[in-house]
Every structure is written in C-alpha cells, then in structure tokens.
C-alpha cells in the first residue's frame, strides 16, 4: 500500500510505544457534580494522556471526535497553529495509533480538519485505521457568510474523515426525522392513515426490456384499464400492483381519474433519514453560531469553537445513551458539554489552560443546568459531573522498575493490561485479579494479603497461594503469579500449575 513519508516518519511511528505510563491524578477541587458517572476532563498534552487512559479503557471508546489545530499558521489567542508541516504529522501520527487502540470494535473516530492537512491525514488514518475502514468523508459548510476579503477563494467548509474501528463491526444509527423532513406529507384526502406523500407508479424502464411490468390497471373509481404511458413500463410487478391495490395506497389524482396514478407513502411509515454526506447550517451550526453560544451561556471567549449542532449530530449517529466519547483535542470543551447534555459519558484532554478557564466552567455550567447550545433540543436540566485530572509521575522509571509510590489497585491495572491487553475491570482489592482465556491472574504486592514479611502478603508462600485461590472461588485453572519472590520450588509451581513472575523484573509495561 502506498504511505506517505516525512522526515522523521521512522522515529515518529515508534512514537507512541515509547511514551511512558503516567499517573492521572484528580484535582478535587476543580471535580463537579455527581463524580462516579465515569466523565473525566484531563489537562496535559494528550499524547500522554491518552497512553495513561489505555490500560483502563483499550477497546472501550464508542466514538472519538477530534478537532485538531489544522496548522493554518496562526497563532489563536489560546494555541498556536503554526508547526512545520513534518511536525504536525510527526505530532498526528501517535495520536492516531493511540487513539485507534482506545476504540470499541464497532466504534467510530471522526477528524476535523480543513484543506491544507486534510488530504495527507486522511493518507495517514487510510495508513493508521486500514483503507476498509474508511466510511465517509463529509463535508460541513461552516461559515455563516462567505469572506469577501478573501484572495482568491472564501474557504467555506471543513473536513470530517470517518473511520471504523472494524468495518464489519461498526454500528452507525440514522438520524431521526425532523418537522423539515416531514413538510412535504399533506393529508388532501384526509386518508384516516395521516399524511401521506406521494411516488410515481410509472417506471422508467422501456416496454420491450422488461415485459413483465407492462400491463393494465383498473382504476377502481371508473373501471377503466390503464397501460403506463408510452413505450414505459410501471414501476412494479403484477402482484405487488394488486397488493398495493387491496391496500388503497394508489392514487389517481383530485377527481379520481388521472390516467398516471402515483403510490401513497404514509409518515407514520417513514424511516428514519440516512445521513448525507454534505452538512449545511440547518443541520450542524456554522463557526458563528459557536460564538454565539459562548456568549449566550456566558462562557470565555474562544478562538476557534465548534457548534454544538454539529456534536450533537455526530453523537446522534455515533453512540447511543450511556456510551463513551472520547475528545483529546478539547478547546473550549464542545464535546464533552455535548455529551453530558446527551447522555453519554465522556473523556476530554486539553493541554491549555483552558483546561481550567473554559472546560471546566463550561462543564460546571452544564452540570447545573445551562440551557444554550443544544439545551432546549435535548431537553436539558442538567445533572451528571465530572472529574478533573492532571498528569501524575510515571508509572515505571526509565529502567523499567515499578515506581516505590505506585499502589496495589495501580499495579494491578497495569499488569492485567499487560498480560490481557484488556482494560482491568476489577477493583484492585484483592490479590486475586482475574481470569482471561481460561488462565487466572494475581499480585503480591504492596502488603495487599496486609503483611509483607516472607510467610505474608508479597511473598509467593503455600499459605499465600492458598490466599489467591479462595479468592479465586469457583475458577481452578492455571494461574500467573506475580510476586516478590517465591519459596515453592519448580516441581511444586509446575504442581499447582503455577507460572510464576518477579516484580519489578518481569513486570513490563506494555508497549
Ligand atoms: C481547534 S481547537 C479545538 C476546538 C474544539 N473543538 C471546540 O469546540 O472548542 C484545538 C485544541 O487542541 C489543543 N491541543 C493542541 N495540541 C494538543 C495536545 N498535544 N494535547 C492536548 N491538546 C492539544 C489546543 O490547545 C486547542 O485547544
């Protein structure tokens, strides 16, 4: 497959492996409302954000929006946009592969971006996601009014590549209808169905090709025999003709006579509406509507904010209540007020400090009831919350040793995530962690059986093993165990069907 090369691309593909676990730790004071939904606003630069959220949430993200500088050489009051072209695809590439590994198997990520970068990242995500899982490239008006200023061109539209994680997995949902979709069902014949529109039951097929749709229909007001028109054909077969019939869904006109009758399409029928490809301001807001909403709900000014409409459409087709959403590239927090207000749970990262003087308060005010944006639409009251984290120190050192601060629940997440490669679901509070695939999992460490002498708690003993199983209940399969050490011999770890590894030594934070 053809890729695309720059400079440090050999560096740049290892990036993302290379970053070091970090801690997250919660800034209590700048948490908000009900703390135990799962809503996470994380301030640090999202490369190593994002490498702290795998161990806890590989797989589980159902939908990632990302909104990410587009390098139009500008410098925003609150970011610069403005890396050499090399770096910011130096500075994508991570990203993509780490947030590739956080989505769900039938989950979705959707990049925003504009002409100057946008055909080069979608080489990357065809490169990063695989050129099957490329579902639509939509294209959103995002001005209100055209820059007349401009050279030669008012750039009018944005950019927003879909992907699947797994083509064949994926789930989308179609959009509800709206009253505009629907102005076009009248009820002339005041039908007891409700209204109805209409299609014609001429075909467009010739006569001569397709015989079998040429024939005559009664129009049951006059008895009359009516041939489609010309050398054409109607639209259906016989059977489905006559059904159609039965059921009172032809319709011949004001006077009941048209000699070219039409089919009945009820509303109460009508499916939900296929998303289009190409998004107007009815649909997903324009950049000024943005701007307004900052100002309606009284939130700080930010440079290059998105409408909430447009969120709201890209959540509606992505998720469904309760599900995860995921935004490294927060801004002035659009996502994640969207989501709350949505019902889904939500991470948002954002390195600047509006972090703390937009995202936050936004998140506040949503949390207790804020009513603009996409408030009224979703019937809003507020509730939900979130917390508010900061990047913590690393996990391990540089030389692969688990740092002396790191507690048993920590550890825990992190060896599972390293022997499973799946999120840790338990609470870490037992040294028993789990099975996977017909194999048990458990620490010693960090006095978690409460005693770290060597018949106790971190030391592989019989008395310990015999721990570990009780706490493993009902499952008797091989087990790995890590621990400090281990005073069963070979003969009797093979016994027990045990396998068993050293911490730190063997600990090894996933790549
Ligand atoms: C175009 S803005 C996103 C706007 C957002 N969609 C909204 O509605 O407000 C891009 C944001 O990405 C942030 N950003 C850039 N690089 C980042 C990084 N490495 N980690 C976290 N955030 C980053 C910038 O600070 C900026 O706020």
Redesign the pocket.
Known sequence: MPTLRWLTRDQDVQAAQKVPYKLLEEVPELSYGDRTIGNMLIQ????E?LKALLPYYAGQVKCIYI????NTRSAFE??D?NLEHSNWLA?MWP?LELLRDLLSEDGSIWV?IEDREGHYLKVLLDEIFGRRNFLQGIVWNRKASPANDAKYFSNDHDYIHVFAKNMDAVSLNKLEREERHNKHYTNPDNDSRGPWNSITFTGNKNRKERPNLYYSVTNPNTREEIFPPENLTWRYGKDKAQELLRGGYFYWGKTGTSKSPRIKQFLKDAKPVIPRSVWGHDEAGHTQM?MLEQRAFGGQP?G???PERL?ERILHIATKPGELVL?????????AAVALKMGRRCIG????D?AVTHCAPRLQKVTDGEQGGISKAQDWQGGAGFRFYRLGPNVFDETGQIQPEILFPTLAVHIWFSETGVPFSGDGASPYLGAHDGAGLALLYNGILGDKSVSGGNVLTRKSLRTVREAAGSFDGPLTIYGERTVLSETSLSEERVTFKQTPYDVRARK
């Open positions: 640090g630069d999202n490369l954000a909104d990410p500088p587009y609150h970011y946009d500075m990203r925003n943005a930010f290059t904010p998105k969120i935004d490294s590239f927060l801004g002035s927090g659009t996502t990262i954002e390195m600047g509006h």
